[in-house]
Nanobody, 123 residues
Framework: VQLQASGGGLVQAGGYLRVSCVVS????????MAWFRQAPGKEREFVAA????????KYADSVKGRFTISRDNAKNTVYLQMNSLKPEDTAVYYC?????????????????WGQGTLVTVSS
């Protein structure tokens, strides 16, 4: 399974950005998908996750109401729409996949990872 994240960049505070992750190698609908992020000097943290058929989503409290996770199973792609961005959202954003049927938040539950895409929010 290969995950390829893209769409990061530099944006001003209050702006928006959408990152994407294309999955290849196995049936996309076999996976719960998630986004994590890691800021410099900090541990990787959960951002959002979505179930196989988009019926369930979970968000970190820090992004709830500002970020939206979605997936397009026809395109083998998961998205993270990020609105009202803050400087503290600056991080490398990683997409991750897990073959279970349960939407979870711990990093260790996800067995496949993309390479990350950098999001920088300037103040």
């Amino acid at each position: 399974v290969q995950l390829q994240a893209s769409g990061g960049g530099l944006v001003q505070a209050g702006g928006y950005l959408r990152v994407s992750c294309v999955v290849s190698g196995r049936t996309f609908t076999s996976y719960v998908m998630a986004w994590f992020r890691q800021a410099p000097g900090k541990e990787r943290e959960f951002v959002a996750a979505i179930s196989r058929v988009s019926s369930t989503t979970k968000y970190a409290d820090s992004v709830k109401g500002r970020f939206t996770i979605s997936r397009d199973n026809a395109k083998n792609t998961v998205y993270l729409q990020m609105n009202s961005l803050k400087p503290e959202d600056t991080a490398v954003y990683y997409c991750a996949a897990d073959g279970s049927s349960v939407v979870t938040t711990p990093t260790y539950d996800y067995h496949y990872w993309g390479q990350g895409t950098l999001v920088t929010v300037s103040s």
